[in-house]
């Protein structure tokens, strides 16, 4: 009899703990049962302590490889996606502005509140303002056929432009009669530039003569050529122009076209102001361009005076473009115009507008800038072309 309760304390005893590790009763450590992790998806975040397990692929079954990575983007747009690139054209028209009082002295304390801009005859809202200097994006234009007095003069004065640039002023020297010659490239050394115009040998005429001398029209009595017997004029002749003035203050516009509009444009022309009719770009045209690219033309007249019909087309451009012309009288007048040209370009004021209420059916526009204060005289370039703006 107790061999027999023995038996079925021992048989109990067993009974229970193989009951205790199917249910995970104490003393033992029971395994979460958890969804399987299917392929492409990210596994839920583990519990503190757990350890960290990651799936792996079913026997048979091939996972999809991952997108490649495209140098253009870490994030491709996917489909279904519903972001877009925009792009946006501003429409901004930048004008620089020169204001002086009535003894041609620049005025640098106007406010942004005493400025108007009219479009097109409607006034516009600033949108941009500032009085800060800008660095230049220069390209020095010289006439090499001028008169022999003329050329002498500016011969005597071309290193004293060098000293109206500074370090962040970037300079270019072109001289041309009938095509442009460039004789240096854009650069940033003062030094360079100096020596540059030193060297610079401009050729001259004398005036009213087609081949550089006063004996043109050879021997003569009583007004008629000893070889021909044809009538002639005494002294020299009537000079036949081929100077091609438009077609270089192109070139030069296009060689500023791809500076930067965080730079100031200029042209520095040094010319008498003659021009042939053979060029292949006409006066339009080549406003046209330098008001595209934001180029402002200071022209240095040599040689004539204000009102003459040679000048009148170096005024036509400075004054389209918001430039300025200068007259030359002695060497020493001529070497401070130079210092005159750079002040007045790197010293203006910047007034930016987006067009509204314009007429978008024409492509040009025109520009007036007002200033309340009286007795300012205000220069800025007169339009601009809507196939022009960035």
Request: glycine share 8%; proline share 7%.
């Given at each position: 009899?107790?061999?027999?309760?023995?038996?079925l304390?021992?048989?109990?005893?067993?009974?229970?703990?193989?009951?205790?590790?199917?249910?995970?009763?104490?003393?033992t450590?029971?395994?979460?049962?958890k969804?399987?992790?299917?392929?492409?998806?990210l596994?839920?975040p583990?519990?503190?302590?757990a350890p960290?397990?990651?799936?792996?692929?079913?026997?048979?079954?091939?996972?999809?490889?991952?997108?490649p990575?495209?140098?253009?983007?870490?994030?491709?747009?996917?489909?279904g996606?519903?972001?877009?690139?925009?792009?946006v054209?501003?429409?901004?028209?930048?004008?620089p502005?020169?204001?002086?009082?009535r003894d041609?002295?620049l005025?640098?304390?106007?406010?942004?509140?005493?400025?108007?801009?009219?479009c097109?005859?409607?006034?516009?809202?600033?949108v941009?303002?500032?009085s800060?200097?800008?660095?230049?994006?220069a390209?020095?234009?010289?006439d090499?056929?001028?008169?022999i007095k003329?050329a002498?003069?500016?011969?005597?004065?071309?290193?004293?432009?060098?000293g109206?640039?500074?370090?962040?002023?970037?300079?270019?020297?072109?001289?041309?009669d009938?095509?442009?010659?460039?004789?240096?490239?854009?650069?940033?050394?003062?030094?360079?530039l100096?020596?540059?115009?030193?060297?610079?040998?401009?050729?001259?005429?004398?005036?009213?003569s087609?081949?550089?001398?006063?004996?043109?029209?050879?021997a003569?009595?009583n007004?008629?050529?000893?070889?021909?017997?044809?009538p002639?004029?005494?002294?020299v002749?009537?000079?036949?122009?081929?100077?091609?003035?438009?077609?270089?203050?192109?070139?030069?516009?296009?060689?500023?076209?791809?500076?930067?509009?965080?730079?100031?444009?200029i042209?520095?022309?040094?010319?008498?102001?003659?021009?042939?009719?053979?060029n292949?770009?006409?006066?339009?045209?080549?406003?046209?361009?330098?008001?595209k690219?934001?180029?402002?033309?200071?022209?240095?007249?040599?040689?004539?005076?204000?009102?003459?019909?040679?000048s009148?087309?170096?005024?036509?451009?400075?004054?389209?473009?918001?430039?300025?012309?200068?007259?030359?009288?002695?060497?020493?007048?001529?070497?401070?115009?130079?210092a005159?040209?750079?002040?007045q370009?790197?010293?203006?004021y910047?007034?930016?507008f987006?067009?509204?209420?314009?007429?978008?059916?024409?492509?040009?526009?025109?520009?007036?800038?007002r200033?309340?204060?009286?007795?300012l005289?205000?220069?800025?370039?007169?339009?601009?072309?809507?196939?022009?703006?960035?």
């Open positions: 009899m107790t061999r027999l309760i023995s038996t304390g021992i048989v109990v005893l067993f009974g229970a703990l193989a009951w205790a590790q199917q249910s995970g009763g104490p003393g450590q029971q395994q979460e049962s969804p399987p992790v299917q392929p492409g998806q596994a839920p583990a519990q503190p302590g960290v397990q990651t799936p792996q692929p079913q026997t048979g079954q091939s996972q999809p490889a991952p997108p990575r495209t140098p253009q983007s870490q994030n491709p747009k996917q489909p996606d519903t972001r877009s690139i925009l792009k054209r501003t429409n901004l028209v930048i004008v502005v020169t204001v002086k009082n041609a002295q005025i640098g304390d106007l406010q942004r509140d005493e400025f108007r801009v009219f097109d005859n409607v006034e516009q809202q600033i941009y303002f500032t800060d200097p800008y660095p230049l994006s390209v020095v234009l010289i090499d056929d001028l008169s003329s002498d003069q500016v011969q005597k004065s071309l290193t004293a432009i060098s109206g640039f500074g370090p962040n002023d970037e300079v270019a020297i072109v001289t041309y009938q095509f442009p010659n460039t004789v240096s490239e854009f650069s940033f050394n003062n030094d360079l100096f020596t540059q115009l030193k060297r610079l040998d401009l050729h001259s005429h004398y005036p009213g087609p081949v550089g001398g006063p004996l043109t029209s050879g003569t009595s007004g008629h050529s000893l070889e021909t017997g044809a002639t004029t005494l002294g002749q009537q000079q036949k122009q081929d100077k091609d003035m438009d077609d270089a203050v192109y070139a030069a516009g296009q060689m500023l076209q791809s500076r930067g509009r965080d730079r100031r444009k042209i520095f022309l040094i010319s008498d102001g003659n021009n042939s009719r053979s292949e770009h006409t006066l339009d045209q080549t406003l046209q361009l330098l008001l690219s934001d180029v402002s033309v200071y022209s240095i007249s040599v040689g004539h005076a204000l009102g003459q019909k040679e009148t087309r170096l005024e036509r451009y400075a004054t389209s473009t918001g430039g300025d012309t200068f007259y030359a009288g002695k060497d020493r007048g001529l070497e401070n115009l130079y005159s040209v750079t002040e370009a790197r010293n203006q910047t007034i930016t987006q067009p509204q209420d314009t007429d978008r059916g024409k492509d040009y526009h025109s520009i007036e800038v200033v309340r204060r009286p007795d005289d205000v220069t800025a370039r007169q339009g601009y072309y809507q196939s022009g703006l960035h």
